[in-house]
């Protein structure tokens, strides 16, 4: 691998992170399909499992304080496991074209829902319905794609949460939802030449921890003063963009 790529991925890795710790989405959206680029889908995905689910930790830490701010929290973790370990069934089984069009379809509707729905609120009933159920299918993409952040970020956007607490109740639906990856994903293979987490893939997202928690604390520190409005528009900006390149990449392959 080239100076220039690895330089490529490495700022993937830092964006993504910095908007991670400060609004508390950013990291696969972002770093994956850049990564996908060079690595492959399937081997990208691996690699980014570890630093998102050690992140993942030091910001639900971090907030903790805030998880009673969170509609029904305790079943949509569950909710969430179910759907990831279903996921990462589905990613063992598809082709590096098929993830690319999963991830494609998921960006998409992440766009569609922001532009059709931009001031809805699930609430009442309905908000105890249905957070189960987009849990597990945030759970889901996550595991067959390593993105579940469209799902997750629209689901809390639609509680309406204060910046802070909507940071802890993101972090903490992708800890889950990265833990049971972690966990189903090294069942599969891990530290083996077959599997899906080889140990080439575990020393790299190893690696990929060092750049990720530097600046997940910057992008935390940086939550107080900058308007999470502005960083949701730029993380939207960046998801349009990786949009535009996986579909230049896949009608290419």
Same mark, same amino acid.
């Given at each position: @691998?080239?100076?220039?790529?690895?330089?490529?991925?490495?700022?993937?890795?830092?964006?993504?992170?910095?908007? /991670?710790?400060?609004?508390?989405?950013?990291?696969?959206? +972002?770093?994956?399909?850049?990564?996908?680029?060079?690595?492959?889908?399937?081997?990208? !995905?691996? $690699?980014? +499992?570890?630093?998102?689910?050690? *992140?993942?930790?030091?910001? $639900?830490?971090?907030?903790?304080?805030?998880?009673?701010?969170?509609p029904?929290?305790? =079943?949509?973790?569950?909710?969430?496991?179910?759907? *990831?370990?279903?996921? *990462?069934?589905i990613?063992?089984a598809?082709?590096?074209?098929?993830?690319?069009? =999963?991830?494609?379809?998921?960006?998409?509707?992440?766009?569609?829902?922001?532009?059709?729905?931009?001031?809805? /609120?699930?609430?009442?009933?309905?908000?105890?319905? &249905?957070?189960?159920? +987009?849990?597990?299918?945030?759970?889901?993409?996550?595991?067959?794609?390593?993105?579940?952040?469209? !799902? $997750?970020?629209?689901? @809390?956007?639609?509680?309406?949460?204060?910046?802070?607490?909507? =940071?802890?109740?993101?972090?903490? @639906?992708?800890?889950?939802?990265?833990?049971?990856?972690?966990? !189903?994903?090294?069942?599969?293979?891990?530290?083996?030449?077959?599997?899906? &987490?080889?140990q080439?893939? &575990?020393?790299?997202?190893?690696?990929?921890?060092?750049?990720?928690?530097?600046?997940?604390?910057?992008? @935390?520190?940086?939550?107080?003063?900058?308007?999470? /409005?502005? &960083?949701?528009?730029?993380? +939207?900006?960046?998801?349009?963009?990786?949009? !535009? /390149?996986?579909?230049w990449? =896949?009608?290419?392959?």
């Open positions: @691998m080239s100076y220039e790529s690895l330089a490529v991925i490495l700022a993937a890795i830092a964006v993504g992170s910095f908007f /991670k710790g400060a609004i508390g989405i950013g990291l696969p959206i +972002i770093a994956v399909p850049t990564l996908s680029t060079f690595l492959g889908v399937e081997h990208a !995905v691996v $690699v980014i +499992i570890v630093p998102t689910f050690l *992140t993942n930790i030091w910001i $639900v830490w971090r907030y903790r304080k805030m998880a009673s701010g969170v029904h929290l305790p =079943v949509s973790l569950i909710a969430a496991g179910i759907g *990831t370990a279903i996921g *990462t069934f990613l063992a598809l082709t590096d074209k098929a993830l690319l069009w =999963v991830l494609i379809v998921w960006v998409a509707a992440y766009m569609v829902n922001l532009l059709l729905n931009p001031n809805f /609120k699930l609430e009442g009933r309905n908000a105890r319905i &249905f957070s189960p159920i +987009i849990a597990g299918l945030a759970g889901l993409s996550q595991g067959s794609t390593g993105i579940g952040g469209p !799902v $997750v970020a629209t689901w @809390m956007h639609s509680y309406r949460l204060e910046s802070q607490v909507y =940071v802890f109740a993101a972090s903490i @639906m992708f800890l889950a939802i990265s833990g049971t990856h972690f966990f !189903v994903v090294a069942g599969f293979g891990l530290f083996t030449d077959t599997g899906l &987490f080889t080439e893939r &575990f020393i790299q997202g190893l690696l990929a921890v060092i750049p990720a928690t530097l600046f997940v604390q910057l992008g @935390m520190w940086t939550t107080p003063y900058i308007s999470a /409005k502005l &960083f949701n528009r730029l993380v +939207i900006a960046i998801v349009c963009i990786m949009e !535009v /390149k996986m579909i990449q =896949v009608m290419g392959s």
